[in-house]
């Protein structure tokens, strides 16, 4: 049987460039030879990514109407659904590559509740998801650090999503709710399976080109995933 697989998730607020650094990983996959998939959290063609799509364009109410514990729920469903699949490609030995993932629930839902009570709501959530659902955990997490106002800009500019008609869904509307998420991913950064790579230039304080953060995630996936499979 071939050796498990090992899921890298790149994580981030909206507006970050998950999805950019996403294809320009798996084409370096592809030019290694390494066996690869990629995936991209929410599903929305899946029963539950259809009801995430309807809250975040509001179907359900405002951020303020809808409780918390409620859309986690929606998200971590969609990746229940989901379980089997990643579950089969780590099986075959491949690098599972995925846009978002739990991280992305807990930052986003975790900033939804009070401050003080973050903290007992992202515990709650961490063992519904790799306890209770079984969810495999993540072997490396690369998170894309951008300043929240920066990054809310940048979803302006996206192209029309198949999921919603606005410009901005319901989260990545409020301001305050992503400066919220961003505390949240600061705090998780610090755990051993992270890296953080920069979008921006400290020096210049501008946008990084993705050619320049896509060098940094090669690094860190050299030094951390790479480098022991070549050893193996």
């Not at 072997?139 to 951008?146: A, E, M």
Request: hydrophobic fraction near 40%.
């Amino acid at each position: 049987m071939p050796a498990r697989g090992k899921l890298i998730v790149l994580e981030g607020i909206d507006g970050s460039g998950k999805h950019t650094q996403l294809e320009m990983l798996a084409r370096a996959m592809r030019e290694r030879g390494a066996a690869h998939t990629t995936i991209d959290f929410p599903r929305y063609d899946g029963f539950f990514g259809r009801m995430v799509a309807q809250y975040l364009n509001g179907e359900f109410g405002t951020l303020a109407q809808v409780d918390a514990h409620f859309s986690a729920l929606l998200f971590a469903g969609d990746r229940l659904e989901n379980k089997k699949h990643l579950e089969n490609f780590l099986a075959d030995g491949k690098l599972v590559l995925a846009d978002r993932y739990i991280a992305s629930n807990l930052a986003h839902q975790g900033a939804r509740v009070a401050v003080q009570k973050s903290g007992e709501f992202v515990r709650w959530l961490e063992r519904l998801e790799y306890e209770v659902y079984g969810l495999p955990r993540e072997d490396l997490v690369i998170y894309l650090r951008l300043p929240a106002a920066r990054a809310q800009e940048l979803v302006g500019k996206k192209n029309q999503r198949s999921y919603t008609r606005r410009r901005r869904d319901l989260q990545e509307a409020n301001l305050k709710h992503l400066q919220g998420a961003t505390q949240i991913f600061e705090r998780l950064a610090r755990q051993r399976s992270w890296a953080t790579v920069d979008c921006m230039a400290a020096r210049r304080n501008e946008l990084r080109l993705p050619e320049e953060i896509h060098r940094d995630i090669m690094a860190v996936m050299q030094a951390r995933v790479l480098a022991q499979g070549e050893e193996s």
